[in-house]
């Protein structure tokens, strides 16, 4: 299992660190680094997971798990 950097430690607070896993917390890491992550996250989310399957998530995500802004936001960074 590939960890997660020390850095997201602080937007995924409400789950066990150490079990974070990035390929089957895909969507979570996802959702959470666009809802209360910085660029450090964002950069990070779109080196790892690539920008189409960030892209994907982003289309799947609820219309009110995310603020609209940051949605638009995420959208323009991560257009493939």
């Not at 299992?1 to 996802?30: A, G, H």
């Not at 994907?56 to 995420?74: E, G, H, M």
């Amino acid at each position: 299992m590939k960890r997660l950097p020390e850095i997201f430690r602080s937007i995924l607070w409400s789950y066990d660190f150490e079990k974070c896993d990035p390929k089957t917390m895909k969507n979570t890491i996802i959702t959470n680094t666009i809802a209360y992550g910085d660029l450090d996250h964002w950069r990070w989310i779109k080196s790892f997971y690539g920008v189409s399957e960030v892209q994907k998530t982003l289309n799947n995500i609820s219309v009110s798990a995310i603020r609209p802004s940051a949605i638009k936001l995420a959208n323009i960074m991560f257009k493939s």
